[in-house]
């Protein structure tokens, strides 16, 4: 074997991890050119330094002028540089200059994006470090980010680290997402902002920002009326009246469904008709759909589907006296069976039945019938149904003249 030559693997020496040097660097730059962004951007742009290894020591240093402390946002020793943006003033005027920075340094670097995605939620995880103003330039610059349209920056990348409970019960979330959403709505509609919380994924949780004694719809309105941001709390009062009917309608639909016991079924009705505060119209309106989305329609057979139908409003006839207490409420709930047969090809010719077995049931009163064949206001179909239910409404007209 002497003289053979052996043969060894070629291994890539990594170079030893330098942050300090790193940061020093980036801070001579900003010192260099006194804070001007501009020129900041430019230099960096033609800097030699390894931005893929020390990312996110470059956006330590553009958030606090310096590097921090590994697993921490306390300052690490070496050079700092006092351009950073939480030197700033807390306004959107002396914040955005940053943000548009960030933007250039992006273009030319994307993949600097996960850097400052990893930055960002240390910082947003670690908020109760900072000061009352340093959390509101925080809560400016994402807003600003977002509203320019930051390259591919994630919104769940903010907002889930947000829902720390320990931050959320000292109302430190509460107060930086109070700052993030005044802010944003200066450049944007609240469509906008709904859009940007369903991509974070808290659109549905928006009480879980606040303490969890203070979490619910009159503690939310309270707050952000009190901060200007009334359209806020418009749209919270009608997602929140809208998941009550939805869950309303989905308990009664399975109920009826299952055929369950009609004085149970009442029952319930009334229990969550007193918790939900639902207006007594919107119940009736839910009655109804409940009561006709538990049919199990037939593909093809319109006889059968008549008889289904037929046999379901007579079924649950009584569940629906029990709530239809007013004219008013009848006359609603003639207008749900007009909309229903106008836009469901196969109760179309059923209108008049159904109206007949209601008045059989004494759901509708012969006064309600009457007042919607003579005035009433939906036009959906009306011409149609008005010409259907003449005999009906004939044979109401003599027996009056007859008594």
Known sequence: MSGARIKTRKRNIAAPL???????AVVQIYLEHEGDLELVAKSIESADLDFSRYGDTFFEVFFIGGR????????????????????????????LPSVLYIQKILRRRPFLIKNLENVMRRFLQSLELFEDNERKKLAIFTSLTFSQKLSGLPPETVFQPLLKDNLVSKGIVLSFITDFFKEYLVDNSLDDLIALLKRGKIEDNLLDLFPIQKRTTEAFAEHFSKEGLGTLVEYNEKKMFDVKLKDMKSALTTLIAENADITEVIETVKQRHKESKLPDIEVVRILWDAI????????????????????????????????????????????????????????????????????????????????WFRKGGNPKGRQTFVKSLEPFVKWLEEAEEEE
């Open 18 to 24: 330098d942050p300090t040097t790193f940061a020093d």
């Open 68 to 95: 921090t402390q590994p697993g921490t946002v306390k300052p690490e020793e070496g050079d700092r540089h006092p351009y950073a943006v939480l030197n700033c003033e807390p306004a959107r005027q002396n914040i």
């Open 292 to 371: 006709m989305d538990a049919v199990q329609w037939s593909g093809k057979n319109q006889q059968q589907n008549s008889n289904l139908a037929l046999r379901q409003v007579k079924t649950w006839a009584k569940l629906l006296d029990s709530f239809c207490t007013t004219a008013k409420l009848q006359l609603e709930i003639m207008y749900k069976i007009q909309i229903q047969c106008y836009e469901d090809a196969k109760l179309m010719k059923l209108f008049p039945e159904i109206v007949r077995s209601l008045y059989d049931e004494e759901v509708l009163a012969e006064d309600t019938i009457l007042m």
